[in-house]
Every structure is written in C-alpha cells, then in structure tokens.
C-alpha cells in the first residue's frame, strides 16, 4: 500500500521515533539499525522524508557515503510505514557548500526534536554532538509503502 509522510508522521510519533534504517553493503547484504527519526525535509534541497541524528563514527555512516540510499521503517504493532529514497548527509565530516556550517548546532537539534527528542541543557546537548562529530542524515521520501 501507498502512503504519504503524514501518515508516517503519525506512526513515528506513536512510536516515541524508533525506526529502523537499513542501507546495503558492498557485498549487497543488508546493514540494519535502531535510530531515532522524524518527518523533515532536507534543509538544502526541500525535499520532503524523514531525517535522524547519526553519531559521526557510526559504521552506517560510511555504507551510506558509499551506497547514498536507505530505508527507514517506522511500526507500531502491525502498522509499519516505510521510507526509501536517496541520502543527504550534512555534518562537521559531510559539509554541503549550500549549507552554513554555523547553523549546524540549529539542525542537528531540529532534528532530534523531529523525532520527537527533548532536552533540558541545549548548550550541552550541543557540545556532545560537537564531540562526537554527529551528522543530520536526511532520506528523502522517494517511495513510501506500509501496513498503516
């Protein structure tokens, strides 16, 4: 079945933004991982899908410098929704000449917001994503299919 982002907007949220996103490895075989995401448009393209904050070593991170495509899966129960679609990464390791990397702190917490992330110390929240070179990933909603 067909579904839009509202639709995946709501199950995310039902579900406190626990996703899976999986993309492939060279070898073809499929790398999977629990994130937290939310419906976001890409801030440079405006393009519409769902975004998560990435920790700058994660191992995902390079499958999806090399592959550039995923697939977050958002369930709750028996409803799923999924989103498929190229990838964006902007962060201190993947800057975007259309992006000002001083808006980076900004982002990352819109994003962690999006999927539904709080926080009660900003100015530390941002230091920690800092030291651990956290990246926005953006999946662009190519394909949306599910059970919603």
Do not use: C
């Not at 495509?69 to 990464?89: I, P, Q």
């Amino acid at each position: 079945m067909s579904a839009d982002l509202e639709q995946v907007r709501t199950l995310s949220l039902q579900e406190h933004g626990l996703a899976t996103v999986a993309t492939t490895r060279a070898d073809g075989t499929v790398h999977a991982s629990v994130v937290n995401a939310g419906v976001f448009g890409d801030p440079v393209t405006g393009a519409p899908g769902v975004a998560y904050v990435a920790v700058g070593q994660a191992h995902k991170l390079t499958l999806l410098r090399r592959a550039g495509h995923a697939t977050v899966t958002f369930r709750r129960g028996w409803n799923w929704l999924s989103v498929t679609g190229a990838t964006h990464l902007i962060g201190p390791d993947d800057p975007d000449p259309a992006f000002d990397p001083a808006g980076l702190p900004q982002l990352l917490r819109d994003v962690f917001i999006a999927a539904t992330g709080t926080h009660d110390d900003w100015a530390e929240y941002d230091r920690v994503m800092a030291e651990e070179r956290r990246v926005a990933v953006f999946v662009r909603a190519d394909r949306i299919i599910g059970n919603p």
